[in-house]
């Protein structure tokens, strides 16, 4: 468990995999579950915090950020279940493109799983206190969230801190599975610009460590992700 701020904790397993909570007034909301097996670490983690699990809320449909929700819907069933109205069609198995999107083959391991979602999130929902952010490009319907009490931005793979911060498509030979599992890389790159906008104070990822005042690091990953995808 590693604590930031007033309201986050980040829970990692094998290295490298994140799953967030974030504590709020009534309770707990947890930012994906992680890989499969990981409900106890954050069953264990809320009690550690003394609040109840109220909000299981995803920034995607890959298997490594909702591999525990059907557990932890089996073990909390009056907790909410939120993701965005793009992604949840990849739980049902549905893989389709819109006409308007670009038409790049998803990527990555999406998993079908049994809980559906209570709610469908569209930008500018507010799950608690943290504001539903479009970041599409890791995959089609990818979303973050803004904690406005901090300024805490929970980026899911729009962002990567493993190995070093990069965009979401850009590789890092130390970890390079996020970006082997990313859907549109120049989707991901405007993404990322958008992300920096908000200018946050600390910058929390799917994978590697939580960064305080990360914002002169995400404009070097933009840089670096502009100079890869012009080459």
């Known amino acids: 468990m590693t604590t930031a701020g007033k309201y986050l904790t980040q829970l990692t397993r094998l290295i490298a995999?994140?799953?967030?909570?974030?504590?709020?007034?009534?309770?707990?909301?947890?930012?994906?579950?992680?890989l499969p097996g990981s409900a106890p670490l954050i069953i264990a983690a809320a009690q550690k915090l003394g609040k109840p699990i109220r909000r299981i809320t995803l920034t995607h449909a890959h298997m490594d950020h909702v591999g525990s929700v059907d557990k932890l819907h089996e073990l909390l069933p009056d907790a909410e279940v939120l993701i965005s109205a793009r992604d949840a069609r990849f739980l049902t198995g549905d893989k389709s493109l819109d006409p308007d999107e670009p038409q790049t083959k998803p990527r990555g391991s999406y998993s079908v799983i049994k809980t559906r979602p209570t709610r469908l999130l569209m930008p500018g929902d507010?799950?608690?206190s943290l504001e539903v952010i479009a970041?599409?490009?890791?995959?089609?319907?990818?979303?973050?969230?803004?904690d406005t009490r901090e300024g805490t931005l929970l980026a899911g793979d729009a962002y990567t801190a493993q190995g070093g911060l990069s965009t979401a498509g850009v590789y890092r030979l130390l970890f390079?599975?996020?970006?082997?599992?990313?859907?549109?890389?120049?989707?991901?790159?405007?993404?990322?610009?958008?992300?920096l906008a908000l200018k946050p104070e600390r910058l929390a990822v799917g994978h590697g460590r939580?960064?305080?005042?990360?914002?002169?690091?995400?404009?070097r990953a933009i840089e670096e992700a502009?100079?890869?995808i012009s080459r």
């Open 135 to 146: 970041s599409p490009g890791h995959t089609p319907g990818h979303v973050a969230y803004l």
């Open 210 to 219: 939580i960064i305080e005042q990360p914002q002169a690091a995400m404009q």
């Open 17 to 34: 995999f994140n799953s967030q909570l974030v504590e709020e007034d009534d309770g707990i909301t947890v930012v994906d579950t992680g």
């Open 226 to 228: 502009e100079r890869s």
């Open 126 to 128: 507010r799950v608690g």
């Open 176 to 195: 390079p599975l996020a970006a082997m599992g990313t859907w549109n890389r120049p989707t991901g790159l405007a993404s990322a610009k958008a992300l």
